[in-house]
T-cell receptor
Framework: DAGVIQSPRHEVTEMGQEVTLRCKPISGHNSLFWYRQTMMRGLELLIYFNNNVPIDDSGMPEDRFSAKMPNASFSTLKIQPSEPRDSAVYFC?????????FGSGTRLTVV | AQRVTQPEKLLSVFKGAPVELKCNYSYSGSPELFWYVQYSRQRLQLLLRHISRESIKGFTADLNKGETSFHLKKPFAQEEDSAMYYCALSAPYNTDKLIFGTGTRLQVFP
């Protein structure tokens, strides 16, 4: 099992551009989480899905951020338009019951 | 408000010294508490949870409801303990929404 797979590993983009981060959860896991990691704020939960349905998106910073989970094996986090303050490491995690696994993260740099 | 506070961003000790990573929480009720660890170039992983009451890699953490704390301790630090440590809480019986602290980087010098 390759675990939670995130792509890309690194993304550098210019301010104003659209950015799409991708996540493939572990097969059989029924919950998926998107986190943002920064030095100042640590790990923040942005949104999570249960059985492909968004349950809590209260952590999504603003309307520029959106997330989808069209099926049990794929999710995207989109930022449009991106801003320099969005620069962070974005983690995806999936879980089944109490067993939670994190991806390696996508390091996003917006210049 | 639900909150996890880790007051130290960086903790540096020498090998063999005792380690205590502080974690305080704010929660109305009895949350579940966790410690996660992220070693260099590795994924974030669960280290221990308070309901398990177990010692992992020599680390222990005791939930103190009076002080609303869940400090992580190890009597003798090893170089391989160097990592980023996150304290987290969730509602009881529903660990979906994990709230993390800002993390503490532990550096263990030889």
């Amino acid at each position: 099992d390759a675990g939670v797979i995130q792509s890309p590993r690194h993304e550098v983009t210019e301010m104003g551009q659209e950015v799409t981060l991708r996540c493939k959860p572990i097969s059989g896991h029924n919950s998926l989480f998107w986190y943002r990691q920064t030095m100042m704020r640590g790990l923040e939960l942005l949104i999570y899905f249960n059985n492909n349905v968004p349950i809590d998106d209260s952590g999504m910073p603003e309307d520029r951020f959106s997330a989808k989970m069209p099926n049990a094996s794929f999710s995207t986090l989109k930022i449009q338009p991106s801003e320099p303050r969005d620069s962070a490491v974005y983690f995806c995690a999936s879980s089944l019951g109490d067993s939670r696994s994190f991806g390696s993260g996508t390091r996003l740099t917006v210049v | 408000a639900q909150r996890v506070t880790q007051p130290e961003k960086l903790l540096s000790v020498f090998k063999g010294a005792p380690v205590e990573l502080k974690c305080n929480y704010s929660y109305s009720g009895s949350p579940e508490l966790f410690w996660y660890v992220q070693y260099s170039r590795q994924r974030l992983q669960l280290l221990l949870r308070h309901i398990s009451r177990e010692s992992i890699k020599g680390f222990t953490a005791d939930l103190n409801k009076g002080e609303t704390s869940f400090h992580l301790k190890k009597p003798f630090a090893q170089e391989e303990d160097s990592a980023m440590y996150y304290c987290a809480l969730s509602a009881p019986y529903n660990t979906d929404k994990l709230i993390f602290g800002t993390g503490t980087r532990l550096q263990v010098f030889p």
